[in-house]
């Protein structure tokens, strides 16, 4: 269901249109699925989906005002219960005509994620997640966001470990057939300091103005492995 909404927004997504155009897309085509779209009233979140444009790092709110914008990157989380269990997952869309900074920026974010992947298997021990993709980020000249991360995720929305991406290699737990957590990475541009938005209390944002991105996938530890369940 996680993918298929994503699927979705990324085919309906488009300068013009609204975040709360966003949400809307989310909410009907969840319901239609059959889910439950998870940030809708989590701890006071009012929307079903979060929305963070350019210097947005995440928890934007969708709202009537604001407007995609050619050139926009935007990062989309949709998050869906089903029959009790959660996923978790996220994308980024480039609007239109993007710079090559920024598109630099969304893609590399993105193999930053694979990079994460790949260290995902029974016995390695998670702080190589964060390892390799810290260390990647940085050979790009990037800073990644250090006080907010990846999780566990079940039957609740934010489970056990914590999931950080500026780890050190051969730290952290042992990872082991059947955990399940994410890898989102938030990638910045300019500095790794962030604020929230005192209007709201959530969105998050660069403190320099300078464009962030991420990519979040929902991912189990198998036998031999992992396997993606969310994207
Ligand atoms: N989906 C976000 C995550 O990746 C959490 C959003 S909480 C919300 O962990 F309330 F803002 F939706
Ligand atoms: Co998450």
Same mark, same amino acid.
């Given at each position: 269901?996680?993918?298929?909404?994503?699927?979705?927004?990324?085919?309906?997504?488009?300068?013009?249109?609204?975040?709360?155009?966003?949400?809307? +897309?989310?909410? $009907?085509?969840?319901? $239609? *699925?059959?889910?439950?779209?998870?940030?809708?009233? %989590?701890?006071?979140?009012?929307?079903?989906?979060? @929305?963070?444009?350019?210097?947005?790092?995440?928890?934007?709110?969708?709202?009537? !005002? !604001?407007? +995609?914008?050619?050139? &926009?990157?935007?990062?989309?989380?949709?998050? @869906? /219960?089903?029959?009790?269990?959660?996923? &978790?997952?996220?994308?980024?869309?480039?609007?239109?005509?993007?710079? =090559?900074?920024?598109?630099? *920026?969304?893609?590399?974010?993105?193999?930053?994620?694979?990079?994460? +992947?790949?260290?995902?298997?029974?016995?390695?021990?998670?702080?190589?997640?964060?390892?390799?993709?810290?260390?990647?980020?940085?050979?790009?000249? %990037?800073?990644?966001?250090? =006080?907010?991360?990846?999780?566990?995720?079940? *039957?609740? #929305?934010?489970?056990?470990?914590?999931?950080?991406?500026?780890?050190?290699?051969?730290?952290?737990?042992? *990872?082991?057939?059947?955990?399940? #957590?994410? /890898? !989102?990475?938030?990638?910045? +541009?300019?500095? =790794?300091?962030? #604020?929230?938005?005192? =209007?709201?209390?959530?969105?998050? %944002? @660069?403190?320099?103005?300078?464009?962030?991105?991420?990519? !979040?996938?929902?991912?189990?530890?198998?036998? &031999?492995? %992992?396997?993606?369940?969310?994207?």
């Amino acid at each position: 269901v996680n993918i298929a909404v994503l699927d979705y927004v990324a085919e309906n997504i488009h300068a013009g249109m609204s975040t709360e155009d966003i949400d809307r +897309l989310v909410a $009907e085509k969840t319901k $239609e *699925l059959g889910g439950i779209a998870a940030p809708l009233n %989590y701890e006071g979140f009012p929307k079903s989906v979060c @929305t963070s444009i350019n210097d947005a790092v995440c928890h934007g709110i969708p709202n009537e !005002e !604001e407007i +995609l914008q050619d050139g &926009d990157i935007i990062n989309v989380d949709v998050s @869906t /219960i089903y029959k009790g269990y959660f996923s &978790d997952s996220s994308r980024m869309f480039c609007i239109g005509d993007v710079d =090559d900074v920024s598109k630099k *920026l969304v893609e590399d974010t993105l193999k930053a994620v694979q990079l994460g +992947l790949s260290e995902v298997r029974p016995f390695n021990r998670l702080g190589n997640v964060g390892a390799v993709i810290n260390e990647f980020a940085q050979s790009q000249g %990037y800073k990644v966001v250090r =006080d907010i991360g990846g999780h566990g995720v079940g *039957l609740e #929305f934010h489970e056990d470990p914590f999931v950080s991406y500026v780890t050190r290699r051969d730290t952290g737990m042992l *990872l082991v057939p059947g955990m399940v #957590f994410t /890898i !989102e990475p938030m990638i910045n +541009l300019g500095t =790794d300091e962030i #604020f929230i938005d005192s =209007d709201n209390d959530w969105t998050v %944002y @660069t403190e320099d103005g300078a464009p962030s991105a991420q990519w !979040e996938v929902t991912v189990a530890v198998t036998e &031999d492995g %992992y396997e993606i369940l969310a994207y």
